[in-house]
């Protein structure tokens, strides 16, 4: 099957720094590209869309200049948490879509960031 | 705004027993909803979606719009079928809403 890959799986930085996130699809191309923050015990939750070529589409209460996508390529969606704080310590997920439909999307296995 | 409601975060069954994993979602369109499982440290995956009406791994779902629901059920469960659920709706071009998940045991 598709094969969505996210790295790094954890990283911990000091509060004030930037980290970044990819999201690669190993056997596809993907056009479009989900992020999604989960805290523990709660939902996922929609942060962006990520569309190759253009500019994100964020969800409402999402601070774009904060989390900075980028989809530069049909295989790579990167996302930025700029100046992280400890409040953006949370584990990160990304899918990726090989074509129309959710059943076309697949996951990443995620990113723990954790911000002293 | 959408909502999905998972009403119990943690769900434990003996093997052979059928259960019951509960989903409610609010939605002012018309659903199109999801169950993914997530097997211990392994990422989401497609169970099964609503439109299709079929069984995977013996599970069904069936979408009760009455009620606003999407209940997952499995007749007979099995020691494998031990995971987190998540129900999601689809609120446009694959975006999706999800709930908080309910832990699924299996007791032996």
């Known amino acids: 099957g598709a094969v969505v890959s996210q790295h790094p799986s954890w990283v911990i930085c000091k509060s004030g720094t930037s980290v970044k996130i990819e999201c690669r699809s190993l056997d596809f191309q993907a056009t479009t590209m989900f992020w999604y923050r989960q805290f523990p015990k709660q939902s996922l939750m929609l942060m962006a869309t990520s569309n190759e070529g253009s500019k994100a589409t964020y969800e409402q209460g999402v601070e774009k200049d904060k989390f900075l996508i980028n989809h530069a390529s049909l295989t790579l969606s990167t996302l930025t948490v700029t100046s992280a704080h400890p409040e953006d310590s949370s584990f990160y997920i990304c899918?990726?879509?090989?074509?129309?439909?959710?059943?076309?999307?697949?996951f990443g296995s995620g990113t723990q960031l954790s911000v002293l | 705004a959408q909502r999905v409601t998972q009403p119990e975060k943690l769900l434990s069954v003996f093997k052979g027993a059928p259960v019951e994993l509960k989903c409610n979602y609010s939605y002012s369109g018309s659903p199109e909803l999801f169950w993914y499982v997530q097997y211990s440290r392994q990422r989401l995956q497609l169970l099964l979606r609503h439109i299709s009406r079929e069984s995977i791994k013996g599970f069904t779902a069936d979408l009760n719009k009455g009620e606003t629901s999407f209940h997952l059920k499995k007749p007979f469960a099995q020691e494998e079928d031990s995971a987190m659920y998540y129900c999601?709706?689809?609120?446009?071009?694959?975006?999706?809403?999800f709930g908080e998940g309910t832990q699924l045991t299996v007791n032996p």
């Open positions: 899918s990726a879509s090989l074509g129309t439909g959710v059943e076309k999307l697949f």
């Open positions: 999601a709706l689809e609120f446009s071009g694959s975006r999706l809403t």
